[in-house]
């Protein structure tokens, strides 16, 4: 897929949402988060996640920002949670607000080892109630639980 050009990336951003792709990882009753190391949701533990590019099918999209963002490939069932919408007033771009059309999806994961460093700093398994109950979970992430029908699966 065609990446755009930083500036371009910038008028993007500045005018319209971006469609992105939340993994929800799950293994034994626990979900991955990492800690973010980039703007938006800088700091707060976060899914791992990208967007969609023009032309890219979501179901490549997701086996694609899996590689990326685990170094791994889609094993696991994929379900889908649910369309959410997350707004932020910072982003990548200085004075650039971001908005996102966020497809989120559960995918059970076997065990995950090293994982990638550029974006994330840091990765955590959490416990449902963990996860809930830390001021270091984004909002965005607990959405993912108060909305959804379930719960995690063991």
Known sequence: MKRLAPEIFECVVEHTPLVSIDLILVREGRVLLGRR???????YWFTLGGRVFKNERIREAIRRIMREETGREVIGE????????????????????????????????EEMGTLPTD????????????LMESPEVHPYVKDYFTQEKGTIPQ
Do not use: C, M
Not at 37 to 43: T, V
């Open 119 to 130: 974006q994330h700093e840091a990765y955590r398994w959490f416990t449902l109630k963990e």
């Open 78 to 109: 994929q379900t889908f949670i649910g369309v959410f919408e997350h707004l932020y007033d910072d982003g990548i771009f200085e004075n650039v607000s971001t908005h996102y059309i966020n497809l989120a999806y559960r995918i059970a994961v």
């Open 37 to 43: 190391k980039n703007p938006p949701a800088k700091g």
